[in-house]
């Protein structure tokens, strides 16, 4: 949740963003090749149609971007393997970008949405809280990007992603704070994920310098949190 971006973070966000340009794109070739299959043989566009990925799209901040670590350090693609393992038909995309806030992340949902997506994660608000930004703002944000999701892919379940701060804005600010998440998750009827870096937050060995980002060993807890929600959410 760093407000600057480094060599290595903007090479994360952007094979983040490739890799969802790259995914999408296969997508449109997969529809030329079922139709163009279908004319053939249409046992054959059955099983292009079963083998085609569906997306499972990471939307956050440095957390989620792998602030700090390599690419495939970073939870969302833990996540990825574990989705591999076990056999699903899912392909994970990770749209993190260093120091995002929740009004940053509305003003790039649209254009991140701009294809279908089978389950949305939604990481955001930890960098509003760390500024001590309002939380009236950080609910009407994160309320617009969830809008945002439904009409673009209405199909979508989607995931939010709740999180904690240090009372260093004050406990009441703290608090509120870490409310909003289920409130909104409520509201929604989101599947919530209570709190992201459960066993990792606020322990020094599985977390940078900087005691925000998780180690690549953080970051592997951080997997299996996100994955004991999202498991049964896959089909």
């Known amino acids: 949740m760093k407000f600057c971006l480094n060599r290595q973070t903007t090479y994360s966000v952007i094979s983040g963003l490739l890799t969802l340009l790259t995914v999408w794109g296969c997508g449109s070739s997969d529809t030329k090749t079922t ?18 990925k569906q997306i499972v ?27 591999d393992s076990a056999g699903l038909n899912y392909t994970v995309v990770n749209a993190g970008l260093s120091g995002e806030t929740t009004a ?21 608000g930890g960098n509003d809280g760390l500024r001590g930004l309002p939380l009236s703002a950080t609910r009407q944000n994160l309320q ?3 809008d945002t999701v439904r009409l673009k892919s209405p199909q979508a379940t989607i995931v939010l992603a709740g999180m904690q701060i240090p009372p260093n804005m004050g406990t009441s600010y703290s608090k509120e704070f870490r ?46 949190t996100v994955w004991e929600v999202l498991r049964p959410v896959l089909k």
């Not at 989620?64 to 670590?69: L, R, S």
């Open 57 to 83: 799209l990471f939307y956050g901040n440095s957390l989620t971007a792998g602030y700090g670590v390599e690419p495939s350090q970073a939870f969302p693609a833990l996540v990825g393997q574990k989705i």
């Open 144 to 146: 617009a990007i969830v």
């Open 179 to 224: 409310e909003l998440f289920k409130e909104l998750a409520d509201k929604n009827k989101l599947i919530l994920i209570p709190f992201l870096l459960e066993g990792v937050g606020g322990i020094p060995k599985l977390n940078q310098p900087d005691g925000i980002h998780p180690t690549p060993a953080g970051h592997k807890i951080v997997a299996n």
């Open 35 to 52: 139709a163009t299959t279908t004319t053939a043989t249409q046992p054959e566009s059955k099983s292009v149609a079963t083998t085609k």
């Open 104 to 124: 940053g992340g509305k003003s790039r949902i649209s254009w991140v949405m701009r294809q279908p997506v089978s389950v949305f994660v939604l990481e955001l």
